[in-house]
T-cell receptor, first 113, second 114 residues
Framework: QKEVEQDPGPLSVPEGAIVSLNCTYSNSAFQYFMWYRQYSRKGPELLMYTYSSGNKEDGRFTAQVDKSSKYISLFIRDSQPSDSATYLCAMSALAGANSKLTFGKGITLSVRP | GAGVSQSPSNKVTEKGKDVELRCDPISGHTALYWYRQSLGQGLEFLIYFQGNSAPDKSGLPSDRFSAERTGGSVSTLTIQRTQQEDSAVYLC????????????FGEGSRLTVL
């Protein structure tokens, strides 16, 4: 079993839909959880960062972490064509610059106008 | 520079040749990471530098892979005797000291081994 599992998709939704992206993990030491967004032929960029369990909201994006279930989610409200990208979950046991991130495989999202 | 810079952006080589990939991190970022991204495999950790030392080389897939970092800045990833399975996008990232550990990625070097 991989440390981080993410449904590879792809996922296609109409503009305005609510999108739910999920990852599960097996390493109970993970405490820091991130979502990265990667546009085609670009490097990933940080979208959301959360510590431990709970919710975090930023505009149309909400990240949820349930450590008891080892399950994290990213919700996108009112999805836009510009949200079309690959979304990667990432997590680490440590904070700071010495934290090695473990990534999911990523899911490619397409938002149809 | 403003962001992480990687070169070359694309490299096509023949099986058995050596390749060097370069990464210039964001100025002041002490940590530098190399990841490999293959189709359907996600991001695979290769090596991590803190300054010029590499505390974690656990992700290097074989002894054909090596990396160095000089002056606490530029890093070079070298792949010797390339194989077709080495074809991938090699991503470099850096992070700043005292931060949350957010990785700032370059656009990657796309390696194709024929």
């Amino acid at each position: 079993q991989k440390e981080v599992e993410q449904d590879p998709g792809p996922l296609s939704v109409p503009e305005g839909a609510i999108v739910s992206l999920n990852c599960t993990y097996s390493n109970s030491a993970f405490q820091y959880f991130m979502w990265y967004r990667q546009y085609s032929r670009k490097g990933p960029e940080l979208l959301m960062y959360t510590y431990s369990s709970g919710n975090k909201e930023d505009g149309r994006f909400t990240a949820q972490v349930d450590k008891s279930s080892k399950y994290i989610s990213l919700f996108i409200r009112d999805s836009q064509p510009s949200d079309s990208a690959t979304y990667l979950c990432a997590m680490s046991a440590l904070a700071g610059a010495n934290s090695k991130l473990t990534f999911g495989k990523g899911i490619t999202l397409s938002v149809r106008p | 520079g403003a962001g992480v810079s990687q070169s070359p952006s694309n490299k096509v080589t023949e099986k058995g040749k050596d390749v060097e990939l370069r990464c210039d991190p964001i100025s002041g970022h002490t940590a530098l990471y190399w990841y490999r991204q293959s189709l359907g495999q996600g991001l695979e950790f290769l090596i991590y530098f803190q300054g010029n030392s590499a505390p974690d080389k656990s992700g290097l897939p074989s002894d054909r892979f090596s990396a160095e970092r000089t002056g606490g800045s530029v890093s070079t990833l070298t792949i010797q005797r390339t194989q077709q399975e080495d074809s991938a996008v090699y991503l470099c990232a850096s992070s700043r000291p005292g931060g949350t550990g957010e990785l700032f990625f370059g656009e990657g070097s796309r390696l194709t081994v024929l």
